[in-house]
């Protein structure tokens, strides 16, 4: 585990080559560990290596059903794909591990906006369900930028202006740049 923790530490100083070396010495020991299946998976997906990145978050979840973590990067490599139904259903297999799980709810609200976007026969449906998601995330954590910007796309896209003024101005005032 000394060799996962260097390498997440490695992946939040933006160096992948050190990140990719320390993961794989872990596997090294053992080629089942979740924790540095997903942390390689996070190195490739950042060099754009989607089909390895995915490849690496499966394993992760097969050895590890209730690995939270690796389910979220699964699904964000779907969402990165455009594969969005799959991406939907890894974010709500995070959920059913951990209902606070901000990320894998504030991503699957994303997934549910880009089927809309979509499938344009029922995107009031699946928009009605992104945003039950970003208002559940915004119960919890209320600061949220992200939330209120997307909630503000689609009231635009919707009609609602009005309702899209206001979710788009408290997303200005809560990240300003």
Known sequence: MEEVT??????????????EIAFAHALEFNADIPEALNGA???????GRLDEARRRFEHAVKVAPDFAEGHVNLGETGLTEGRYESAEEDFRAAL????????????????????GRRDTGRQAELWAAA???????????????????DL???DYHSGAYARAAAEYGKAVELSPT
Do not use: F
């Not at 260097?6 to 990140?19: F, N």
């Not at 059913?96 to 609200?109: E, G, K, Q, S, T």
């Open 6 to 19: 260097k390498g997440y530490r490695y992946l939040s100083e933006q160096d992948l080559e050190r990140a």
């Open 41 to 47: 998976g996070v190195v490739e997906r950042r060099r």
């Open 96 to 115: 059913r591990i951990d209902p606070d799980l901000m990320v894998a709810r504030l991503n699957l609200a994303r997934a549910l906006l880009h089927r």
């Open 131 to 149: 945003r039950r998601e970003y208002l559940h995330l915004l119960e919890a954590k209320p600061d949220l930028p992200e939330a209120h910007h």
């Open 152 to 154: 503000g796309y689609m």
